[in-house]
Every structure is written in C-alpha cells, then in structure tokens.
C-alpha cells in the first residue's frame, strides 16, 4: 500500500483547516462591514487579507507581467483563463483594483463566501436566468469604480489549455462600454489542478495585456471580440 505524498497531508490537516479558519474570519468581518459601507470597499479589503493569507500559507508566489494596470479608479473587464480554484486569490493579490467577480448564482449559498458575495456587491448570475438586472448591476458597478474579473471558459480547464470564451461578458462589456483587459494566469495549475485534492507550493505570473476598447463596437461583435481575447490570453501560455 503506497502512502499518499506530503502535500496531500499538509493540504489535508493544515491548509484545509487553515483556509476555512481565513474563510470564517474575513468573511465574519467583511459581512460586519456592509452595513456601514454599502460601497464594498472594505469587504474587498477583507477579500484581498484573505487572498494574502491563503498564498502565504500555500507557498505560492504572484508575479506579475505585461503591461502596467489601467488605473485603478476606472472600471473595467478583466477576463481570464480559469485552471484553478487558486486563480481567484492569485488575481485578488496581483490586481490593485477593487475587484468584483461574476460567478454562478448557486455560490451565494455558500457560507461565508456566498455571503460575503452577495453583500459586497460581486454579480451572481442564474446561467439559465440571467435576466436584464445584469446589465443593471454592471452599471452600478461602474459607477463605483470597480473592476470585474470574469472567467469566460465557464469552469476550469482539466488539462490546461484555453478553452472556447463564451460571449456573454463580451455582451455586456460592449452594452456597457467598459474596456475588456485580457489577463493569463500562468502555472495556476500546478497549485491545486481540477480535480485533485492536493495543494503544492509554485511560483504563478499573471500577465497582463494592453485593454481592448468597447466603445465603437456593437453587439454583433461581441463574439469576434470573445475569440481575439482568448487568442491573447492563450498566447502568453505559449510563451
């Protein structure tokens, strides 16, 4: 019988009660704090300690790469390749934006996360029923000051590779007229792959790209505009 390796045990009896040990605390500050900033602000700073303590007790390292940020008082779409649940904190900790994630409206029953996300304004959707409120919610978002970080494969990939970018981010970025920032998070999946319950420490990049403009498009290019990200993102994990 061969034994399972270290990391399964350290992942097991350290990180798990470690990070649901984080999860519960941010998650009871940042829920305290939304009832006296409606803004967000300062559950995303909650999200931002959590995404912090999480990668330090991991091992896992962020660099980031490409293009400076674009400011981080304007609104905007960040879109990225999804291979692990780790790129959540990897993007919270290497982006200086105040950040809200699009997300399957199911998450929001989640304790402690879903309602932390719920309250701190990030956007739940029901894929079958998205609804015109969306469109809603973008624009509060934007008058905010905030950025979103979508994740257009849908779920993770198994193997790595770059799956086919849904549009509908795409949709409304354009109905919005929110500029769209390509972004490839590289070596995520040597973290915590789909579908393995074990987490290794790795050094991860996240590379940024120039921000593609909305504002002259129309919604019959909202899937060319889809492929072209994808081609960009899927490029720097080529490199």
Known sequence: MTLPPFHWWRTVFYLIPAVTLYTISCGIVSLASTFVDRSGLTAHRCARLWAWLILRTTGVEVERAGVEPPDPRASCVFVANHASIYDIPILFTALPHQL???????????????????????MLVDRDKPGASIFKRMQRMARQGAALIAFPEGSRSADGRVGRFKGGIFLLAIESGLPVVPVTVVNSRAVMPKGRLMVCPARTRVVLHPPMPTTDLTREDARKLADRTREIVASALAV
Do not use: E, M, N
Not at 100 to 122: D, M, S
């Open 100 to 122: 809200r994630i699009i997300a399957k409206a199911a998450l929001g029953y989640v304790p402690f996360i879903g309602w932390h996300l719920r309250l701190a304004g990030h």
